[in-house]
């Protein structure tokens, strides 16, 4: 852990759970491990979660977020908005709303080829 400097943070209060934050363009991503969601934001909110932290408590990576849009990749069984997207979903579309999300905001098109498990 040394080696990543302040490249992480601790996810306090939280038990065996992690998270991933990332930066996509304009988007802030938030993903849980285990049965968690995923979560974004557009950077430049004041509620979107920072970078650099040293503790992150679940509201900083949960609080109001973006609407992920319809998967037009997986049909019709897709066709809802969701504030945050669950790993209970099959992965076609818990990736496919995350791909569908990211094409709008930033123009970057992942495709079924790119995420789909192998």
Request: proline share 5%; hydrophobic share 45%; glycine share 10%.
């Amino acid at each position: 852990m040394r080696e990543l400097g302040r490249a992480y943070g601790r996810l306090i209060g939280e038990g065996r759970q992690s998270a991933l934050l990332l930066r996509v363009g304009p988007l802030i991503i938030s993903e849980f491990t285990n049965i968690g969601k995923v979560r974004a934001w557009p950077a430049d909110r004041n509620d979107a979660p920072r970078f650099g932290e040293r503790d992150y408590s679940r509201y900083d990576l949960t609080g109001s977020c973006m609407v992920f849009p319809m998967n037009r990749i997986a049909g019709k069984a897709a066709a809802r908005w969701f504030w945050a997207v669950a790993h209970q979903q099959p992965a076609r579309l818990l990736a496919g709303q995350v791909a569908a999300l990211i094409e709008r905001h930033t123009g970057i098109r992942i495709t079924a080829l790119d995420w789909y498990p192998r």
